[in-house]
């Protein structure tokens, strides 16, 4: 088990979900249920998706939880691009935070690369296979909520 206190990527998604929260509380009222629910639910879950993977055993169970955290970054991302968008971030508080999701994208896609080639080329075209096929059954389940 890794001590995930000490992943900078870690370090760098934790201060991203709380400069969200502090960000959101300005959000109106009307989206407590909606963007603001959203983009808090996407910059905690890609901390905590590097927490609950640092505690497996095996690294392809901790690649797994650190792609999935990865997604999550990205949605925090085009969150706050989305929020800047609709007047409920602006300029001087959306930049930032846009950086800040960046720099944490990074540093845990270094971490990604590394835990890979620890792994071995094997595993990391499995843990690739199952996010693809993860990633295109939630395409389609949103598809189909959608309608025709």
């Given at each position: ?81 989305l929020s800047h968008r609709l007047g409920f971030l602006d300029e ?57």
């Amino acid at each position: 088990m890794r001590d995930y206190t000490k992943i900078e990527a870690w370090k760098l998604a934790d201060d991203l979900a709380v400069a969200i929260y502090e960000h959101t509380r300005r959000f109106p009222r009307e989206e407590i249920y909606g963007l603001t629910s959203q983009v808090r639910r996407a910059a905690y879950s890609a901390a905590a998706n590097i927490v609950e993977g640092s505690s497996r055993e095996s690294k392809r169970d901790y690649l797994h939880f650190l792609y999935i955290a990865r997604g999550s970054l990205s949605e925090t991302g085009y969150f706050v691009h989305l929020s800047h968008r609709l007047g409920f971030l602006d300029e001087p508080n959306a930049s930032p935070l846009a950086q800040h999701a960046n720099r944490a994208m990074a540093c845990l896609q270094g971490l990604i690369k590394a835990v890979e080639k620890e792994a071995g080329i094997g595993r990391r075209i499995g843990a690739a296979i199952t996010s693809i096929i993860v990633l295109s059954l939630a395409r389609f389940a949103l598809s189909s909520d959608r309608g025709p």
